[in-house]
């Protein structure tokens, strides 16, 4: 296991009358290899999870084991915890502060104590690896388009090569096209890899599309835990906490609820295309 959240609460202000509750008793497995997707509405407690993850944040309650080391442990290293589990944060581009875009890509790993030729050598790889054209590794990393800055961002955090990616909502602000570009240039970094990630969204066609388990976050509790197609079944209770299934969840069922013979489990258009076809007998 990757991860074992054992009744983890965190309410911020404690004790004082602006108390807040983010998360109450949550328990979680998260293993090795996973592509995750958390959603909830604002306030539900996504990103106050996964600052737990890595040490940001520490729970008022409970345990968090990672690799089965309990992480709140007075000996535990969190700083070599934070090379392992590595976040990229929404507009991940505040993270850049270096002069160039290849300076900051080689931050993490000369902060892991690595030799300068390794750096350079991870730095090179991630800056490739996120599709950076060479000729902006050296310019000021303020000079870069919103979408090529998350990828700078994103490849100095991949430089560490961590075993667990966490982005909380990495393409917000950015517009389809960049969106789309972010979302697989992290699903090619989960296949190429093999590491664990966690993506954070408010988009239920995002998760739907590149996740294979969503977590449902609501009043900071595990409302649903499961695959997309489990998850998305029950789009009535997501509706009464603001949120929403994909458009072709909502195409699917009023499809059946019309007398065609179709399946409602698709979550994603190709999804949908394919089960359509075999209903007309085309597949």
Partial sequence: MSFILDKVSHRYSQGTAYEITALDNVNLKINDGEFIGIIGHTGSGKSTLVQHLNGLLKATEGAIYY?????????????????????????????????????????????????????????FEALRSVGLPEKYYYASPFEL????????AIAGVLAMKPAVLILDEPTAGLDPKGRDEILDLIAETHAHYGNTVILVSHSMEDVAKYVDRIIVMNQGSVMLDGAPRDV???????????????????????????????STEPTTVDEAKDAILRMLGRK
Avoid: W
């Fill in 67 to 123: 690799n089965g080391q309990d992480i709140y442990d007075k000996d535990y290293d969190l700083r070599d915890l934070r090379t392992q589990v590595g976040m990229v944060f929404q507009y991940p581009e505040h993270q850049l502060f270096e002069e160039t875009v290849f300076a900051d890509v080689c931050f993490g790993p000369k902060n892991q104590g690595l030799p300068e030729k390794d750096c350079t050598l991870r730095a």
């Fill in 145 to 152: 388009s919103g979408g090529q800055k998350r990828r700078a």
């Fill in 232 to 262: 998305f079944h029950h789009y009535k209770e997501l509706e009464e906490i603001g949120l929403a299934a994909p458009q072709v969840t909502y195409l699917m069922h009023e499809m059946r609820e019309a007398g065609m013979d179709v």
